[in-house]
């Protein structure tokens, strides 16, 4: 496929896309990162700083090939400052992904043509937190290039919930149950979904007070207390609402909710993006709880056959979940000085992991700790992102 590309920067560029861009994305998207809202929601919070959305189309329909949202950044690396462009991170969930209807690599030369002629100068595109399964993977000019650091967890639930409880282990299951006993003890357990735009507001306002209404609140950490990021949040809330996708949950003890979650669906998928509980019944798993509850009623009314933690958090590990690898690789500019500063790149961080490794022993350092030996920059840190507090 022939392609035509162009170059939309900033707020505005953004609003000039992005009606297209989720049109696209509602057709073709397979990820909660794939939609415009998520980028959006960023941009309205931190403004332009050197943001880009790059067009891809098709020369002879004018449709939408793709859309690569991009950052010119400085990486502060091997004792230097590099001006680079990378793929634009606005999110503290460990993963990054480009909607695209056809594999990159045979654009690339266009995209690094049209970048160079477009944006100040860079060395080199760095594409990070990228999946393994995803599309932003197919700019790498081989699979060798992917460097992957860390995973980003799921619970797959395609052969039912009876299949589902089988393989999370006697323990578990058995934790579980009596926990569950003991809470109903106090009164009658019940699952709320809330998927409709029109509910979906009050909703929100009750997970706001449950997350507020426990350590996360006393801390200053619960999205009550941080105004800016509950204002990133009511961004994602109204436009992935508005698209049938946003997804607010409630476990209720009688009328009073003891544990919620912030998630948005899409294809097959739940993802996770929040998780609140009531601190006073972290005894009892509240969480463990809604999730399990959540299966269940996943497999009876819905579509979705996969729960994403997204992030590769520890804490998600006693369910037995599956892993997607999460990596990150380089690409060059259109100047031919950047190959050589991708190949000092390169061998830079292969002498940096090599001296990690050496420096720890084999039984004391997992291999996803390599994460260390990455540049560590503001934003797009290769390193999985904290755990969703909650007891799960």
């Keep these: ?36 809202a ?52 606005p999110n503290e969930m460990g993963v990054n992904e480009v909607l695209t209807r056809e594999p990159l690599r045979l654009h690339m030369p266009a995209v690094r043509q049209l970048l160079s002629r477009e944006v100040p100068f860079f060395w080199l595109m760095r594409w990070q937190c990228v999946l393994e399964n995803g599309w932003a993977v197919t700019a790498a000019p081989a699979s060798s290039a992917v460097r992957y650091l860390h995973g980003s967890k799921y ?8 299949r589902f409880l089988e393989g999370l282990g ?22 709320a979904v809330h998927a409709r735009a029109a509910e979906l507001p009050r909703a929100f306002e009750q997970f706001l007070a449950l997350e507020d209404s426990g350590w996360k609140g006393k801390r200053g950490t619960s999205l009550r207390r941080q105004p800016d990021r509950e204002r990133y949040y009511r961004y994602l809330l109204e436009h992935y609402g508005r698209l049938g996708l946003c997804r607010i949950n409630v476990l209720l003890l009688g009328e009073t909710p003891i544990a919620g979650l912030f998630g948005i669906e899409v294809g097959d998928s739940l993802h996770l993006l929040k998780i609140g509980f009531a601190e006073e019944l ?47 690789f380089y690409t ?20 940096r992991d090599r001296r990690v490794a050496c420096g720890a022993s ?11 030996s990455l540049p560590r920059v503001a934003q797009g840190q290769e390193t999985a992102s904290e755990a969703p507090e909650g007891e799960v």
Aim: proline share 4%; hydrophobic share 45%.
């Design 1 to 36: 496929m022939t392609v035509v590309l162009r170059l939309y920067s900033g707020r505005s560029g953004f609003a000039s896309l992005g009606a297209e861009w989720e049109a696209m994305a509602c057709r073709h998207g397979t990820h909660f990162l794939h939609f415009p």
């Design 38 to 89: 998520w980028y959006g929601a960023e941009l309205a919070r931190s403004g332009e700083q050197g943001v880009h959305f790059l067009a891809l189309r098709d020369s002879s329909s004018s449709e939408l090939v793709a859309v690569l949202p991009l950052q010119r950044y400085f990486l502060q690396a091997l004792g230097l400052k590099w001006p680079i462009v990378q793929l634009y991170y």
């Design 155 to 162: 619970l797959a639930f395609a052969q039912g919930y009876e």
């Design 170 to 191: 006697a323990k578990l299951r058995s934790d579980l149950r009596k926990k569950r006993r003991r809470l109903e003890q106090m009164g009658q357990l019940h699952l």
């Design 282 to 328: 972290a005894p009892h798993s509240p969480g463990g709880i809604l999730l399990l509850e959540m299966v269940q009623h996943l497999c009876r009314h819905s579509r979705v056959r996969i729960i994403s933690f997204v992030t590769g958090a520890r804490w998600c590990d006693r369910w037995r979940p599956s892993v997607t690898r999460v990596g990150v």
């Design 332 to 351: 060059g500019g259109a100047a031919y000085l950047s190959e050589i500063a991708l190949g000092v790149m390169g061998r830079g961080l292969r002498w």
């Design 362 to 372: 084999e039984a004391a350092r997992p291999a996803t700790l390599m994460a260390s």
